[in-house]
């Protein structure tokens, strides 16, 4: 996890995403946005956690929340809520090295800080 002196978003993200979603907070920072980046490796670890640890990692008074998967979205709306943003791939078929797909698909740290503040506006 990556913390902001003040957090007005959380940020969670999955492996390689993880390194874009940090790179992305710093973006943020420079702009005023505080982020709390969460690595979130397993959903199912992570949802047989106490409520008190799940309320700690991903503050229920912060309604701004932010999913980065580079797979498919599903699921995710669990823990960012209705009026969360989800960035990921939607769609199959495509195929390239890892840095022509992140920038196909909005995820790079750019990106990623853009739809973000997009977002918080």
């Given at each position: 996890m990556k913390d902001a002196d003040r957090i007005d978003v959380v940020?969670?993200?999955?492996?390689?995403?993880?390194?874009a979603a940090i790179a992305a907070s710093d973006i943020l920072a420079a702009e005023r946005v505080g982020a709390r980046v969460v690595s979130m490796p397993s959903t199912q670890i992570f949802d047989?956690?106490?409520?008190?640890?799940q309320d700690s990692v991903i503050p229920p008074g912060i309604?701004?929340?932010?999913v980065v998967e580079a797979a498919s979205p599903l699921g995710w709306c669990k823990y960012v809520g209705d009026e969360g943003l989800i960035i990921g791939i939607d769609r199959f078929g495509a195929s390239a090295p890892y840095k022509v797909l992140a920038e196909k698909y909005g995820l790079t740290p750019e990106q990623i800080a853009a739809r973000v503040l997009e977002y918080m506006r």
């Amino acid at each position: 996890m990556k913390d902001a002196d003040r957090i007005d978003v959380v940020i969670i993200a999955t492996g390689s995403e993880v390194s874009a979603a940090i790179a992305a907070s710093d973006i943020l920072a420079a702009e005023r946005v505080g982020a709390r980046v969460v690595s979130m490796p397993s959903t199912q670890i992570f949802d047989k956690q106490s409520q008190a640890y799940q309320d700690s990692v991903i503050p229920p008074g912060i309604r701004k929340r932010v999913v980065v998967e580079a797979a498919s979205p599903l699921g995710w709306c669990k823990y960012v809520g209705d009026e969360g943003l989800i960035i990921g791939i939607d769609r199959f078929g495509a195929s390239a090295p890892y840095k022509v797909l992140a920038e196909k698909y909005g995820l790079t740290p750019e990106q990623i800080a853009a739809r973000v503040l997009e977002y918080m506006r």
